[in-house]
């Protein structure tokens, strides 16, 4: 008994012409010059269509991915390189003089406090001659002439010092916040990056740090998840979400 070999295609009667060797599985289906691409069925060739397809998308997507990655680092390095115009440090004269004064007043007790102990010494007070006394008072009241005048002297300046420097980052930061701010309004999700690129600024570039800038993007929706989804794991990203979500809530 013979057996009828037809096309795999349903109502098709055209002669066969082949085997289908089958997209990335065993199919053995037999196919007609019509229904059929290359070596493969009807089925198959569609299948291998569509994943092709698929493929080309994904790897554009990550392309794309990438690109927006380079883009936001480059702007991010720009703005942590930038020099940033910030006005000259001003320290109010009330400041000042409360601060001199303060410093004055520490002086004086410490110059009081020494005078103090020289009078209380027992051989000052049983057995020490007035005048070997007043030798000892003089040399002590040169002592706390200098610690008068050396005190505020010493401590002004150190106190202007630390807060000319810490109104100085400030005044950058606020700088450095308007620039991100307005890099937003142009690139999507770009500050979210910025807050993640700064706080991974003291650990070892890797390309993992890499997955997890991308991450950011992704949650903030610049980038589309299935570009990094190859690379980035679940977890990975679950955490990038948390901790772009803690961001947002402090914020």
């Known amino acids: 008994m013979s057996i009828k070999i037809a096309c795999s295609q349903s109502g098709c009667t055209n002669p066969v012409i082949g085997q289908c060797t089958g ?24 299948q291998k269509i569509a994943d092709e397809k698929t493929e080309a998308e994904q790897k554009l997507a990550k392309e794309r991915a990438e690109a927006i990655y380079q883009e936001y680092l480059k702007l991010a390095e720009k703005v942590s390189k930038e020099h940033i115009p910030i006005p000259a440090f001003r320290f109010q004269a009330n400041k000042l ?20 102990g020289v009078l209380t010494l027992p051989e000052n007070i049983v057995m020490g001659s007035i005048s070997e006394l007043w030798q000892k008072l003089l040399a ?24 000319q420097q810490s109104w100085v980052s400030q005044e950058r930061q606020k700088k450095i916040v308007e620039r991100v701010t307005t890099i937003e309004q142009e690139k999507k999700g770009f500050t979210k990056f910025w807050n993640a690129w700064v706080k991974q600024q003291n650990q070892e570039r890797t390309e993992k740090n890499k997955q997890i800038l991308m991450g950011v993007l992704t ?33």
């Open 219 to 251: 949650v903030v929706g610049v980038i589309a998840a299935g570009a990094v989804g190859a690379t980035l794991s679940e977890s990975d990203y679950d955490r990038t979400r948390r901790a772009v979500r803690d961001e947002m809530n402090r914020q």
């Open 140 to 163: 002590y009241v040169m002592c706390g002439s200098f610690i008068l005048a050396g005190w505020p002297i010493g401590v002004i300046p150190l106190a202007w010092l630390s807060a």
């Open 97 to 116: 003089l409360i601060l001199g004064g303060l410093s004055f007043i520490v002086g004086a007790i410490l110059f009081c406090l020494t005078i103090l």
């Open 23 to 46: 997209h990335k599985k065993t199919c053995g289906r037999y196919y007609c010059h019509e229904h059929s691409i290359d070596t493969l069925c009807s089925d198959c060739a569609n």
